[in-house]
């Protein structure tokens, strides 16, 4: 049987191959950190690692993922204490909080590849990330902030 | 909102009427029918507490109005927790942290030892729950405040009993209540919350008229700055549970295909393909509420239900449904606008009348006129609707992103045949609400297919393309302003006609006309010291279903006025702020009799005497927004600044935008500067977020979000066509200013005034950059 690691934990997956990661992380697995937003790639709310790098889990089929690690914001860090959360809490970013972890996923993708981007390199990764109460200028402000802890 | 179209008849005396009768009976003990701040009767000096008058609000109005009980919102376990329950539902305001601080705060409670609870919908026992209309804190600091003081007050009695003292010598302060010696000094002893609990809670709550309450200098949360929101860790975790995350034993997972126009039905169908997608389980027709008005009632359709939401999606692609789509097809944008702006050139009904407009329009020596027209919006919010629903064995329990749980249960009863008490329904966070939320249609749906499957749990999904395509859609308008002008240059008459299918249509019979709570935003209140002032509405009838959107008809009432006034400006070669203040004219509350205003003039839901339209205060945020965005200052070329305000919500903003447009034409928005005055605060950090979240909507309202029809049925499918404020372009650094308005101003909304005030004020600056006037709504990110 196909199997996927997710957090660390071995995963079987025996289901359509055709099903996008997100529906087998929320509907399969039971985790339901990563949101469904628009299905199409264009908000960015299922955003999760695989293999470190972030990509749209409602794009990306189960089957694609199959012997590589799967990254959701339940596994980026045990305790919650990665400094893209961090940095998070302390600039109080989230209004309803639906999109976030998407939008952390997507920074802590950032930061692992570049320790230090400018402002436009922010802006070019935290573009595909919708977020409809606004929270932009504090998601730019704390993808910053958790650069220099990074 | 939706009592708002129960009570819509009701004048601001008939308001003012029942708040006396209720207050009386049941809820504040004796509100006094005066405009009076609060008042401070008597003050002890040693505790430095103060005796307060309520004064009456707009949720005397409400269904189940208000409740002050300590008992329904506070408990002291032994331990010392104390849990507080929060009975508003949380979409992004920071609600959900705000209203248990006042009663923290007011009771002495330490915050680092206070757990929030989210209420079931009970507005029987929690008093109003829709959480709509900006109303949470202005309908709430009150009784919350009352719940604390009550509370702190029976720990001190308790205390009193156990020490064999007087009350007076008792002194809650920091989750301990300590005892004073006969200096009023601390004694040395004192016993904790947690000690208290018990005979703390069986004291009897003492009435309101007898409670002192804390003083602005001794609150150590309310209008202090660091109070974290009480989810921020679950949010950052992945742990916050929203719609979609409930998980039931044996949940199934279903979609809905619904009619693409408004009306339509099934005409026939065949799940035969449906059925063999692997996963779905099961195929079932709900049956549309098809008498008009409409109100929250379901489209109807067919849901497919499976064991994944991916199962239910393709199976719902598989099915062959045949639709009959009835009358709405023939709605087109593109024409309707044009038939709208037909309208707004011809009188319409009038809703104002002051002076003499029609001679102060002959007499003048120029007259100024122009139409803005606005497309219609969805919310949108990130989350889409969803509701998870198990109704077996007669019982029914919903779990949803809700605005109005009550009002959901209500509906939930009479869809399932089944008596109210047997609903339960259970709030989750929301993922962004913006108005859609408090119509329940969703929930409905979910609950009649888990009843239909026979008691089996369901999670019904709607996809983002459901989302934009069945909305309740902020209406499409053309607003048409016409401004006399006489030979010294002064502004004689103003005449405003609005041309706007109404929310109203959604509950009522449609005659094309709006109605008071409309009216009442931006339009008739517009607070213009000019001598001659007609508000006209013009017929347009609906073709889809109205609803309303976080900051409603302010959007384009106040897109059009404010750009109005600064188009004005320029005719005159007058500075915009300048004018906009000579317009506002001198300092005084508005007498809505003298100005003509209707005899059901809707001020937010609340009583005029208690929450008048006062200039100083419009005045006053106008000039903090122009000095902290150094208005006048000498900026590059195709760049300008642009000024909008507005008293809203019972609260006073204006904002000022900085924008850049390229030489490519390109709209970007370096800096925005927003003051807002919304009297007692609570949370000044929530404020500011709200703040920058309303600039970052309003660039989303202003520059890129439109919804169209054609043959009846919405043209845009998601995020691709429907677009929003993206981190590639929003508006990049909003700086708040938040008034500290004397003490006793009663607390407006915040929540929705600082939405609309960006449309007008990022035009302006485009016309102040380029010298391109913009009307229409969405502008495009591109000034061509």
Not at chain 2, 149 to 158: I, P, Y
């Amino acid at each position: 049987m196909p199997s996927i690691n997710v957090n660390g934990e071995k995963r079987d997956y025996s289901g359509d191959s055709a099903m996008p990661l997100l529906w087998f992380l929320r509907d399969e697995l039971n985790l339901t950190g990563t949101k469904y937003g628009c299905g199409a790639g264009v908000c960015g709310a299922c955003t999760v690692h695989v293999d470190g790098v972030a990509v749209r889990s409602c794009q990306t089929t189960a089957a694609e993922v199959t012997g590589k690690s799967v990254t959701t914001i339940e596994g980026l860090d045990g305790n919650g204490e990665h400094p893209v959360q961090k940095a998070w809490r302390e600039v109080n970013v989230p209004q309803c909080g639906f999109c976030q972890a998407g939008q952390i996923m997507q920074a802590a993708s950032l930061l692992a590849k570049n320790k230090a981007p400018t402002d436009d390199q922010i802006v070019e990764e935290m573009s595909g990330n919708i977020c409809r109460c606004g929270c932009y200028q504090r998601i730019h402000d704390a993808v910053r902030l958790a650069a220099g802890g990074v | 909102m939706l009592q708002y179209f129960e009570t819509e008849a009701r004048t601001a005396r008939q308001v003012q009427g029942t708040i006396e009768n209720v207050s009386r009976r049941t809820v504040l003990g004796g509100v006094l029918a005066t405009s009076s701040f609060v008042v401070a009767l008597r003050v002890s000096t040693a505790n430095a507490r103060e005796a307060l008058t309520p004064y009456p609000t707009g949720a005397a109005g409400m269904p189940h109005t208000v409740v002050a009980d300590p008992n329904v919102f506070i408990a002291i376990a032994p331990d010392g927790a104390v849990t507080i329950v929060t009975h508003r539902a949380e979409m992004g305001t920071g609600i959900r942290t705000s209203l248990p601080m006042v009663i923290a705060d007011e009771m002495e409670a330490d915050w680092s030892r206070v757990r929030i609870v989210q209420a079931e919908g009970d507005e029987p026992k929690y008093g109003n729950q829709d959480t709509d209309g900006s109303r949470s804190m202005r309908h709430f600091i009150q009784p919350m405040r009352q719940c604390g003081a009550a509370m702190r007050h029976m720990l001190e009695n308790a205390a009193a009993v156990t020490w064999g003292v007087e009350p007076a010598l008792c002194r809650a302060k920091n989750h301990q209540v300590i005892l004073l010696d006969g200096t009023k000094k601390p004694s040395g002893k004192s016993l904790s919350f947690g000690e208290l609990a018990k005979a703390a809670m069986a004291q009897p709550v003492p009435p309101q008229d007898k409670l002192l309450y804390k003083t602005a200098a001794e609150f150590t949360l309310i209008g202090k700055g660091s109070t974290k929101i009480a989810d921020l860790h679950d949010i950052t975790t992945g742990k916050a549970v929203y719609g979609a995350d409930i998980r039931l034993p044996g949940m199934k997972f279903a979609v809905m295909a619904r009619p693409a126009v408004l009306g339509g039905k099934v005409k026939a169908h065949d799940a035969a393909k449906a059925l063999k997608v692997p996963g779905v389980e099961a195929v079932h027709e709900l049956e549309g509420v098809h008498k008009v008005p409409r109100g929250f009632g379901i489209l109807g359709g067919i849901a497919v239900i499976a064991n994944s939401t991916y199962a239910a999606m393709a199976g719902r692609d598989a099915l062959d449904i045949e639709w009959e789509n009835g009358p709405n097809a023939s709605y087109e944008s593109v024409a309707f606008d044009k038939e709208m702006t037909a309208t707004a050139a011809q009188p319409g009904k009038v809703i104002r009348n002051q002076g003499d407009p029609d001679a102060a329009f002959t007499k003048a020596k120029q007259v100024f006129s122009a139409d803005y027209h606005a497309q219609h919006i969805v919310p949108a919010a990130m989350e889409p609707l969803v509701a998870v629903a198990r109704v077996a064995d007669g019982k029914a329990d919903i779990w949803a992103p809700v605005q109005s749980p009550y009002g959901a249960r209500k509906d939930l009863a009479e869809a399932l045949k089944i008596p109210i008490e047997n609903v339960t329904v259970h709030v989750t966070l929301l993922g962004g609400g913006f108005g859609r939320k408090s119509k329940w249609d969703f929930m409905v749906e979910a609950a009649l297919i888990s009843q239909k499957l026979g008691g089996t749990p369901v999670l019904l999904q709607w996809t983002r393309e459901d989302d934009l395509r069945h909305a309740f859609y902020h209406t499409v308008s053309v607003e048409r302003i016409e401004v006399a002008i006489d030979d010294k240059d002064k502004v004689t008459g103003w005449r405003h006609r609005t041309v706007a299918p109404s929310i109203i249509s959604t509950f009522k019979e449609d005659t094309g006309y709006s109605f008071p709570i409309e009216y009442g935003m931006g339009f008739v209140n517009t607070p213009f010291e000019i001598a001659n002032v007609r508000c006209e509405n013009g017929k347009a009838m609906a073709h889809t279903r109205i609803g309303w959107y976080r900051s409603v008809s302010t959007i384009p009432h106040v897109f059009a006025v404010q750009s109005a006034v600064c188009e004005v400006a320029d005719q005159l070669g007058r500075d915009p702020k300048d004018f906009l203040l000579e317009l506002i004219g001198s300092d005084r509350r508005l007498d809505p009799k003298a100005l003509g205003f209707p005899d059901d003039f809707w001020n937010f839901g609340d009583p005029y005497e208690a929450f008048p339209i006062d200039t100083a205060r419009l005045k006053n945020v106008i000039r903090i927004a122009a000095d902290k965005a150094g208005w006048g200052k000498k900026i590059p070329a195709r760049q300008g600044l642009g000024i909008a305000a507005h008293c809203a919500w019972s609260s006073y903003v204006a904002t000022v935008v900085h924008v850049e447009v390229g030489n490519d034409g390109k709209i970007s928005v370096p800096e925005v500067t927003t003051a807002i005055d919304c009297g007692l605060y609570v949370n000044p950090e929530r404020i500011r977020s709200q703040m920058e979240g309303a600039a970052v909507m309003g660039m989303s309202n202003t520059v890129y979000s439109g919804i169209t029809f054609k043959n009846g049925a919405v043209e845009q499918s998601n995020y691709t066509d429907f677009t929003v404020a993206r981190m590639s372009n929003y508006p990049k650094k909003v700086t708040t200013h938040i008034v500290d308005a004397p003490p006793g101003t009663h607390s407006g909304g915040v929540g929705e005034p600082a939405v609309a005030p960006f449309s007008g004020a990022l035009c302006n600056a485009i016309y102040a950059a380029t010298k391109k006037r913009l009307r229409r709504l969405p502008t495009g990110d591109i000034v061509t």
